[in-house]
């Protein structure tokens, strides 16, 4: 069964360094989510891809945080510099569905999630 | 105020027993409701999404949605212990491509 492959699974870093965080999708899945989920609370949307195209970023803080996903294929996600608050789960999501701005899908596989811990 | 609420227990219950998973919310746009079932130290997993109002089954699950109400809930018939996990609610809104996501309820099935 085809999944969605993070690495790494784990990262401790400390604050006012840089991290990045990798993702494969589904194979064939034009698009690609990156969300933040904080301990005790659902996912939230940092940026969203349409193939190599940004779909939606309005939620990505871009004074520390940048994303790319520059052959249509898999993902990097950095922050420079890490702040204490930056500590959560990092989760990949990827879908079959083609999406824009207006139109969303339901259809959405996650990945296992990089667990972040800022000290 | 969230526009999706949800209690994020912990809820806990025997083996064999009925639970109930429930979120509500306020924006009545939301037609594309979601139930993702999410291990410890895992990423979610859709279990069940519903079209705008109604039931939906699948096996031991069961997924109604009450537009008038602004209330969905999820239904776990003879649960299991491997059933213990976080429960998250997730919406779309009929225009726009943002999923809504409710804190959670954690659950456990005690054998």
């Known amino acids: ?119 | 105020q969230k526009e999706v609420e949800q209690d994020p227990g912990p809820l806990s219950v025997p083996e064999g027993a009925i639970v109930s998973l429930n979120c509500t919310y306020s924006n009545s746009a939301f037609q594309y409701f979601m139930w993702y079932r999410q291990y410890s130290r895992k990423g979610p997993e859709l279990l069940m999404y519903t079209y705008s109002s109604g039931n939906k089954e699948d096996g031991r699950f069961t997924a109604q949605v009450d537009k008038s109400s602004k209330y969905i809930s999820l239904f776990i018939r003879d649960s299991q212990p491997s059933d213990s996990a976080t429960y998250l609610c997730a919406m779309i809104k009929n225009t726009g491509n943002q999923f809504y996501f409710g804190t959670g309820t954690s659950l456990t099935v005690i054998p």
Do not use: N
Request: net charge negative.
């Open chain 1, 1 to 119: 069964e085809a999944e969605v492959a993070q690495s790494p699974r784990y990262k401790i870093t400390e604050k006012s360094q840089a991290v990045a965080f990798w993702c494969d999708p589904i194979s064939g899945h034009a698009t690609l989510y990156w969300y933040r989920q904080i301990l005790g609370q659902g996912p939230e949307l940092l940026v969203q891809f349409q193939d190599e195209s940004v779909v939606d970023d309005s939620q990505l803080p871009k004074d520390r945080f940048s994303a790319e996903r520059l052959k249509g294929v898999d993902s990097t996600l950095k922050i420079q510099p890490a702040e204490l608050g930056d500590s959560a789960m990092y989760l990949c999501a990827s879908s079959p569905i083609r999406v824009s701005l207006t139109r969303g899908t339901y259809e959405q596989y996650f990945g296992p999630g990089t667990r972040l811990t800022v000290t």
